[in-house]
């Protein structure tokens, strides 16, 4: 059974950079036939895509966060990651890490979640 | 953008009967070379992170209880439930893949038991 787990800082201050991996057990990145997403929720409201990865470091981002998101795999740690630059409130979100089987681009397993707070 | 559209964005349903959640997108998401939709349904409940159910529009996702079903071709889509159980209570959002410029999702239906 594939898992994925978010880790990383819950609270980050304005204009620094957010940083978070998502670890995988259950299967292989290095496989490949998946792309490795982060998606974010924020406080009650819907989800947003943030970028995926390849096993080859291969990505794609949303367009409206590519100027500070960047999205990095380790195969070796069997990780994935994501850093955001210059974050605001408006970064405050849950922030998931999730599969999703290629070539397409829906999500079949998920991680917990973790919230991320922009505070100074 | 494709801009994904959910319809109603509450909905209370009797227990036993049926619940119908519909989804718009601002451009056809089926695929022309291979006929397929590309066009998924999550149930997200409360402190948990959203759980796939449908995904090529109408294809339910291994586990999942046969009163969820999903229909719809090119801009419009359903998701339904036949039987509306206790534990269907969720938020349930619509997703499309069709574009990665972005990947989005509807804004989200809550269910709940009248």
């Known amino acids: 059974q594939v898992q994925l787990r978010e880790s990383g800082p819950g609270l980050v201050k304005p204009s620094q950079t957010l940083s978070l991996t998502c670890t995988v057990s259950g299967g292989s990145i290095r496989s490949g036939g998946h792309y490795w997403s982060w998606i974010r929720q924020h406080p009650e409201k819907g989800l947003e895509w943030i970028g995926f990865?390849?096993?080859?470091?291969?990505?794609d981002y949303n367009p409206s966060l590519k100027s500070r998101v960047t999205i990095s795999v380790d195969t070796s740690q069997n990780q994935f990651s994501l850093k955001v630059s210059s974050v605001t409130a408006a970064d405050t979100a849950v922030y998931y890490c999730?599969?999703?089987?290629?070539?397409?681009?829906?999500?079949?397993?998920w991680g917990q979640g973790t919230l991320v707070t922009v505070s100074s | 953008d494709i801009v994904m559209t959910q319809s109603p964005d509450s909905l209370a349903v009797s227990l036993g009967e049926r619940a119908t959640i519909n989804c718009k997108s601002s451009?056809?998401?089926?695929?022309?070379?291979?006929?397929?939709?590309?066009l998924g349904w999550y149930q997200q409940k409360p402190g948990q992170p959203p759980k796939l159910l449908i995904y090529w529009a109408s294809t339910r996702e291994s586990g999942v209880p046969d009163r969820f079903s999903g229909s719809g071709s090119g801009t419009d889509f359903t998701l339904t439930i036949s039987s509306l159980q206790a534990e269907d209570v969720a938020v349930y959002y619509c997703q499309q893949y069709y574009s990665t410029l972005p990947i989005t999702f509807g804004q989200g239906t809550r269910l709940e038991i009248k």
């Open positions: 990865i390849y096993y080859s470091g291969s990505t």
């Open positions: 999730a599969r999703g089987p290629a070539p397409t681009h829906y999500f079949d397993y």
């Open positions: 451009q056809s998401v089926l695929y022309s070379s291979n006929n397929k939709n590309y």
